[in-house]
């Protein structure tokens, strides 16, 4: 058999961690990467986060937002007609699907759903938070011994930290205090701890945040081997998976900058385009599994901001430690994230992620007569994931007769919240209370955000055990009747859970890698 050439559409960490472990486990083959969006930071596919200039890291957010792009849109290659200047953006650096300009998503039930548009996707614009799956958050079928070394391999290609800001005081107080309010009502081991997040902690105490770039580490080094084997083509936008026979045999792609289309022959193709727009891809392809779309969970996210309470922190910080925890926060005044952590989720009693960062100022403009204004001791914003049970009326549609703005059949998502939903979200309101209790004043009391705004997007191509129409591909991620595809993403996720989803992706993308491999050689 000749090398092997293998098309993975989309750069963001999924379809980087195929690039890397497919091209580490087959020495001859040869990985081309397209990636609609630009490439907005140097190394390619970096933290946005990262970016120390404000400027910078604006304009880098700005290219990253597709129809939201404001001045950029035409040099990304986005048709002139779609205009939504002055409109309800989303989160810096992704853009709302449901825009409200011309070919925007039909998203009323689900309004805050975003996504990102440039290399590295939305792991460039990502809070790095990568927790493990816990109790029947986890994909029932993988074997436990398989999953700790995906999981473990997975948080390698991440640069998982467990450790991140824990030698912070007033980190090390917010896990006291926690503890005293929630400790005895939680399993052993599931308790308030730090929260394992992903980049390389500096000498100085700050963060450089992970990336589409570490995951695909020596693939970008110059001189390597992979890296000679490796392409990422920016701006080329993958209209169509084209197959012959149940067989993938490769990809239509348009460059945005000249607007040509081309074939690109390959022996497998990798669609790590999001959990809306893979299935997107795949329908316009005329691959259109019933479960297609279908199954849609995200993480409900109950949230507030609490200004530390002085006599509290007092209690257990000194003021030469907050001295100097301030001091430190002042050589990094870019990055406002200065501890996090978290009471994962365990079960039977506790079926919710708590998320606590620690910054020095809360995340909006507070009026200065505020009683909780210019708090010494600073602020957290904290907020309860809550579980989607998976039904298959939760899901995105797709119009072959509207196209959206790229050209590609429309989505209209459909969701609803049930009554196991809203009870759950009850709880986690009335726990979110006593955690801000617990720990101070609130700034901004526990309130629902809308739909869609946890980013985190699961289910829509979800892997199933068996071909029995409530899944899109199999244990390991190759779409059930196509030989030569596989989808990689969050969408893959079959389970209700909270954890934030992108270490459970890369474990089952790395499953899929070593399959997929296997097969080629
Ligand atoms: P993406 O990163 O979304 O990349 C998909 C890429 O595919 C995009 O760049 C897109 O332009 C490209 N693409 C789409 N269609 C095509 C096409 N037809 N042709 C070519 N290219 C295409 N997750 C966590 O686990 N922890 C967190 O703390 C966390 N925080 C987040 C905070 C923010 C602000 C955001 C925006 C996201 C956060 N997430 C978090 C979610 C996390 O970023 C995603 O889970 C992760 O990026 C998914 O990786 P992916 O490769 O599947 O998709």
Request: with cysteine.
């Amino acid at each position: 058999m000749t090398a092997p050439t293998i098309a993975v559409v989309g750069s963001g960490p999924i379809g980087s961690a195929y690039a890397r472990v497919l091209l580490e486990s087959l020495p001859d083959a040869r990985v081309v990467m397209f990636e609609a969006g630009p490439q907005v930071t140097e190394p390619a596919g970096a933290s946005v986060r990262n970016i120390a200039d404000p400027a910078q890291k604006a304009l880098a957010r700005e290219r990253s937002q597709g129809p939201q792009s404001g001045t950029h849109r035409e040099s990304l290659g986005i048709p002139a007609g779609v205009v939504v200047e002055g409109m309800f953006t989303a989160r810096e650096g992704t853009f709302l699907l449901d825009f409200g300009g011309e070919g925007a998503a039909h998203a009323a039930t689900f309004p805050a759903a975003a996504a990102a548009n440039n290399v590295g996707g939305q792991g460039a614009h990502w809070t790095c938070a990568i927790p493990r799956p816990a109790f029947s958050e986890k994909v029932p079928f993988i074997p436990d011994d398989e999953w700790e070394d995906l999981i473990s391999t997975a948080e390698a290609l991440l640069h998982h930290r467990a450790d991140a800001f824990s030698d912070s005081p007033i980190g090390t107080a917010i896990r006291s205090l926690l503890t005293d309010e929630f400790g005895a009502e939680l399993p052993e081991g599931y308790g308030p701890s730090t929260l394992p997040v992903a980049g390389d902690p500096q000498p100085d105490g700050s963060m450089v945040w992970a990336g589409a770039d570490m995951v695909l580490g020596p693939l970008l080094d110059q001189g390597t081997d992979e890296a000679a084997r490796f392409e990422l083509r920016d701006l080329s936008l993958v209209r169509r998976i084209e197959h012959a026979n149940g067989r993938a045999v490769g990809v239509t792609v348009e460059d945005l900058r000249t607007g040509e289309s081309s074939f690109f022959a390959a022996d497998l193709v990798v669609v790590a385009a999001d959990a809306f727009r893979s299935p997107q891809l795949l329908w316009a392809s005329d691959i259109r599994p019933p479960a297609l779309g279908r199954y849609l969970t995200e993480h409900h996210v109950v949230i507030c901001t609490v200004a530390l309470d002085a006599e509290k922190m007092g209690g257990l910080v000194t003021d030469e430690q907050l001295a100097r925890e301030l001091a430190r926060r002042a050589q990094n005044a870019a990055d406002p994230v200065a501890a996090v952590n978290r009471i994962p989720f365990s079960e039977p009693d506790h079926p919710f992620s708590l998320q606590v960062m620690y910054a020095e100022n809360p995340p909006f403009q507070l009026d200065p007569t505020h009683p909780s204004a210019g708090n010494r001791w600073g602020y957290v914003n904290m907020g309860y994931g809550v579980r989607k049970h998976p039904r298959a009326e939760d899901g995105v549609r797709f119009d072959d007769d509207e196209l959206d703005w790229r050209g590609l059949p429309n989505m209209t998502i459909e969701y609803a919240l049930t009554d196991a939903e809203t009870a759950e979200i009850d709880e986690a309101t009335v726990r979110l209370r006593r955690a801000g209790e617990a720990l101070g004043a609130f700034v901004a009391g526990p309130r629902l955000l809308p739909n869609g705004s946890s980013l985190h997007y699961m289910g829509t191509m979800r892997m199933g055990k068996t071909d029995d129409g409530t899944s899109v591909a199999d244990p390991w991620s190759r779409v059930w009747g196509i030989d030569g595809l596989v989808v990689g993403g969050n969408a893959l996720i079959p389970t209700a859970n909270t954890m934030n989803p992108t270490l459970t992706s890369v474990a089952l993308a790395v499953r899929g890698a070593r399959a997929a491999a296997q097969t080629l050689r």
